[in-house]
């Protein structure tokens, strides 16, 4: 039998937010929904959240979860933690903080934790429209686990937010190699790059004082027209085909320093969403491809932090 704290049997035994927030025609509030995981693989979860329009806030939140006691108990966290929170502040909600506030979580019942994280940008990326395959590289790459559906890129992102280093502890945190297991000795490769990988960079950091300033100095070494080349490009290329297909579009106004001014136009101009499109769908990529400084500005109407 697996050692739940007190907390993840409490909250398992007696959830108060377990249900269906369905429309009510309330002015200025509006009901997203969430799912991830499936009946088939053992866990689900779906996720409703109440939403204040005029300010981007998440006034109530409930959940159905088919699962285990972690997976009921982390739903039941997930919601307490982002009751009253903004939809971007909500976003910055980790795994980790789930099964922190759980007091934590066996081992082998992370995955839980990582459904719901999963579950919530599910939930707001539907209410903001926007696809969450744009935002995250989750489901491009090679497929490594077919029993559960785990690419490579996925894998990837688990082992670095986790600080992981073995299969198992990848199949903690999302299941991949728990089905068959034929994908386990493609799990240890993939462990054994990124570790690797890590280890260059470390021992980069700690070489001679004569060497680091070169290394360091490589990213500064971008002009100004490069820069715009850059973020010309990923506009044209990943956030402009989005907005496109919603019926609007972006325009490159101007770039100074770390500002970068846009022009929303088509829907994207006249929508009471575009604040959450130039944080969400234009400067986190940018941010992502090109500098974390970054912020991006709408010509006429500066983003509000």
């Known amino acids: 039998m697996w050692e739940y704290t007190d907390k993840v049997l409490d909250l398992f035994y007696n959830p108060k937010n377990q249900g269906v927030l369905e429309d009510q025609g309330e002015a200025g509030i509006k009901i997203s929904t969430g799912e ?39 739903s039941e966290a997930l919601v307490e933690l982002v009751k009253g929170l903004t939809l971007d502040n909500a976003l910055k909600i980790t795994n980790k903080q789930i099964a922190d506030y759980l007091g934590g979580l066996p081992e082998a019942k992370m995955h839980c934790s990582v459904m719901g994280q999963e579950a919530l940008e599910a939930a707001i990326y539907n209410y903001r429209g926007i696809e969450r395959d744009v935002h995250e590289d989750d489901d491009e790459g090679a497929l490594i686990c077919s029993c559960f559906g785990i690419t490579e890129n996925k894998i990837r992102r688990v082992i670095l937010e986790n600080n992981l280093t073995s299969a198992e502890d990848v199949t903690n945190y999302v299941k991949a190699g ?96 575009s604040t959450a499109t130039l944080k969400i769908a234009i400067e986190a990529r940018l941010r992502e491809r090109i500098s974390p400084n970054i912020v991006v500005e709408s010509v006429g109407s500066p983003v509000r932090n």
């Open 36 to 74: 991830v995981g499936s009946i088939a693989c053992g866990d689900a979860l779906r996720l409703h959240l109440k939403i204040d329009v005029e300010y981007d806030k998440i006034l109530d939140a409930r959940f159905q979860t088919f699962g285990c006691t972690s997976a009921i108990a982390s």
């Open 178 to 273: 728990g089905g068959c297991g034929s994908c386990l000795a493609n799990i240890d490769d993939i462990i054994q790059e990124v570790r690797e990988k890590a280890s260059t960079a470390t021992a980069v950091n700690t070489t001679t004082s004569t060497v680091i300033p070169v290394i360091q100095s490589a990213p500064r070494a971008l002009t100004n027209v490069q820069k715009i080349a850059l973020i010309q490009k990923v506009l044209d290329e990943e956030v402009r085909p989005v907005l496109i297909a919603d019926g609007g579009d972006v325009e490159l106004y101007d770039v100074d320093g770390d500002i970068v001014k846009v022009l929303l136009q088509g829907a994207c101009g006249s929508c009471s969403s």
